[in-house]
């Protein structure tokens, strides 16, 4: 059992509210890509070294040893070194999977090798990753599937497809809330139900209906009744529940084995779960177990050895032991010049709303009129620089003076002290 860790405050950088919030995504192959609030992007290696800062407008996660990234409103792919590979020219493009991704061109999708070459052509009107060899698509709004050649091996005829998992894939005919599961021939081999389904995970799949989370095995029985409030797929064994407010997790036989007793939690992974308990993020073992106390103000599960976690706005990763493995004031020192740049962008947002919100209540002291709503009730009488306002202050009278420099539009909280009156901040 590991020993809970104490996180020592005192290292993080003081943070304030409007300081730029550190974010981060999950390690893939090897490589986090973070950001200073929406300001794009730097890539950090697994020791919190910043690898290459990047040039771009947006960028997503690595897969298959690449990312996608957005320059000029065009989107094309970096690898680990930050170098583009693929010339941005894409309306739009997904992540790899299975060594090609699905790119937007002329308003129509195709995909693309690692190489960059459009080895399907841009035909469709919609496009899934491929999963199992076959890809979800969309002609004239109907889903069917492709194989990695292009050849439609099943052909669109379904409102809805997903993609497969375990030999299945969920579909829907027609908009009547019914979803079956067909093989990869297109056979029909768990018949539609009055049920919304999720993919199948580790043999069973969760289903919902009259608002309760069940789980069906591959043959479509029901093996675990829908009883739940909410529910997540099966990982390594478990499958986190809720019910009235609280969340555990069941076994593959439907059995409470972790009491509900948490706010909310994540599945297993690595042989752990985020879970939040009086508002704070921590990490169970599978006896349910605490073995990383609730600490945090947000977590996820564990990928690639290391669980993405924010303490006081600003991301940091843990080890499966518990201890920082990239300390929030490490990313955030490799961020130094995304952080200014955001905190810069930040202070201009707010002085241009302050100008604009300024501009607006000089407008309406210029224009106040007896009868006219102010945040103290309504003007009674105006005299120049003063106008008399409506507002029962306890032993001070319902009427009152106030200068009209200092009188806003109602919305405005109205205060008075002693009987003086407050101007809002």
């Known amino acids: 059992m590991f020993a809970a860790i104490t996180l020592l405050l005192g290292l993080l950088l003081t943070s304030t509210a409007n300081a730029a919030s550190i974010h981060a995504d999950d390690y893939s192959d090897g490589i ?7 300001e794009c992007c730097a890539l950090i290696d697994k020791t919190g070294t910043q690898v290459v800062a990047l040039k771009f407008d947006d960028a997503r996660s690595f897969s298959d040893g690449l990312a996608a990234v957005k320059t ?13 590979v693929i010339t941005p020219q894409y309306e739009y493009a997904f992540t790899f999977k299975e060594g090609l991704a699905a790119v937007k061109r002329n308003g129509k999708w195709g995909f693309i090798n690692k190489t960059g070459r459009m080895v399907i052509a841009p035909q469709f009107d919609e496009p899934d990753s491929f999963s199992e060899g076959l890809a979800a698509v969309t002609m004239k709004g109907k889903k069917g599937f492709i194989d ?52 199948f995970r580790e043999g069973l799949a969760l289903v919902e209906t009259n608002d309760k989370g069940g789980f069906v095995d591959k043959t479509g029985k029901i093996v675990i009744s829908p009883q739940f409030d909410l529910a997540s797929d099966f990982s390594e064994g478990l499958a986190a529940v809720s019910m009235n407010g609280k969340a555990g997790f069941i076994d593959t036989s439907g059995r409470l084995v972790i009491a509900l007793q948490f706010e909310k939690t994540y599945s297993f992974s690595m042989g752990f779960a985020a879970v939040r308990k009086n508002d704070k993020w921590g990490f169970i073992d599978k006896a ?25 706005g600003q991301a940091g990763f843990i080890n499966l032991q518990g201890q920082w493995a990239i300390h929030p004031g490490t990313i955030r020192k490799a961020m130094a010049k995304y952080v200014a740049l955001a905190d810069q962008k930040k202070a201009n947002q707010l002085a241009h709303k302050r100008a604009e919100q300024q501009k607006v209540v000089a407008a309406f002291r210029n224009k106040l009129r007896d009868g006219d709503e102010t945040n103290c009730g309504p003007v009674i009488e105006s005299k120049g620089k003063l106008v008399k306002v409506s507002f029962p202050v306890a032993d001070y009278g319902n ?27």
Request: overall charge neutral; aromatic content about 12%.
């Open 288 to 312: 349910g177990t605490m073995v990383i106390a609730p600490q945090f103000d947000d977590a996820v599960s564990f990928s690639e050895g290391l669980a993405r976690v924010k303490i006081e």
């Open 399 to 425: 009427e009152h003076w106030i200068r009209r420099d200092q009188i806003f539009p109602s919305g405005w909280g109205c205060r008075f002290l002693n009987g003086q009156y407050q101007s809002p901040q």
């Open 148 to 199: 990695k050649t292009g050849k439609m091996v099943i052909k669109p005829q379904f409102n809805f497809a997903d993609e497969f998992k375990e030999g299945l894939a969920r579909v829907e005919l027609n908009d009547n809330d019914e979803m079956g599961f067909i093989d990869k021939t297109g056979t029909m081999v768990i018949a539609p139900q009055s049920y919304r389904a999720q993919s």
């Open 72 to 84: 000029s409103g065009k989107w094309g792919f970096i690898n680990a070194t930050g170098r583009l």
């Open 32 to 38: 986090a890509v973070v950001r200073a609030d929406d």
